[in-house]
């Protein structure tokens, strides 16, 4: 249950700094708009992993999910089963031809700097989560910071 929670608060974080961030919807529009619909039905953010068969990134994928549906926006979980590092760049070029409002990817290695960079390019933000990619030009990082909480956990 508690892990449930973390992803739902960790989708809530990033899904909302994406809509918070990424609106370009003059204060006309916003007027407009009814109030008792929904404004983001047709915005999409995707995840993008790997190791999709661990329980923690299981956790990831109901996190999204249910913060789709409490946000009235689209949410898709892709990427490898396993730790394949091609398959994952795949997954991401496909997320990226879908011109998502947003992408949250798990940094596994700066090897994804570049597709991270290429996305961010095209003008989709990026959120990287639990593992960084300091030297993309990802939009932000939410997570512990892996290293310090080992070096806290000796």
Do not use: W
């Amino acid at each position: 249950m508690r892990k449930g929670f973390v992803g739902l608060i960790l989708g809530v974080m990033v899904l909302g700094s994406f809509m918070a961030c990424g609106s370009q919807t003059n204060t006309a529009a916003k007027a407009e708009a009814p109030k008792s619909g929904n404004s983001h039905a047709d915005q999409l953010y995707i995840e993008v992993s790997a190791l999709g068969n661990l329980d923690y990134f299981y956790d990831h994928k109901l996190g999204m999910k249910m913060v789709g549906e409490e946000l009235g926006v689209r949410t898709e979980y892709v990427g490898p089963a396993e730790y394949d590092m091609n398959a994952m760049v795949a997954a991401f070029e496909q997320a990226i031809a879908k011109k998502p409002n947003g992408i949250v990817v798990v940094g596994f290695e700066p090897s994804l700097n570049s597709i991270v960079d290429k996305a961010m390019d095209m003008g989709i933000p990026v959120v990287t989560v639990d593992a960084d990619l300091p030297g993309s030009k990802r939009m932000a990082f939410v997570g512990t910071g892996n290293f310090n909480a080992g070096v806290v956990a000796k």
